[in-house]
């Protein structure tokens, strides 16, 4: 089992950037798929950003992209999300998640499953 915790969530005014940070243990990653999601109440978390341990593909949604850059340090056993040009509706509960499928399996599938962490607030103010 994989135990994950977030850090780096806070208030920014739109345009403005963060880091999020998501430090791994318990288990190697590879062959894990890291992923960050984000929730707002009322709503069902969706999908923001993943990355193959194994060989650094990455995958975004669509409204992310440009703007939010997923990148990992191996040696720290840690994922980023840099989210830079950030608006409004970005503000959300962010979680990361390591996934024990394939990036491909992830990001086509519906289905969630592997770990998750606390999650860490985002909130930008126009």
């Known amino acids: 089992q994989v135990q994950l915790v977030e850090s780096g969530g806070g208030l920014v005014q739109a345009g403005g950037s963060l880091r999020l940070s998501c430090e791994a243990s318990?288990?190697?990653?590879?062959?894990?798929?890291m992923g960050w999601f984000r929730q707002v109440p009322g709503k069902a978390r969706e999908f923001v950003a993943a990355i193959s341990w194994t060989d650094d593909n990455t995958h975004y949604a669509e409204f992310v992209k440009g703007r939010f850059t997923i990148s990992k340090d191996n040696a720290k056993n840690t994922v980023y999300l840099q989210m830079n040009s950030l608006k409004p509706e970005d503000t959300a509960v962010y979680y990361c998640n390591a996934d024990p499928r394939a990036l491909t399996t992830v990001t086509m599938s519906r289905i969630r499953v592997g770990s998750w962490g606390q999650g860490t607030q985002v909130t930008v103010s126009s």
């Open positions: 318990g288990r190697t990653l590879s062959p894990y798929t």
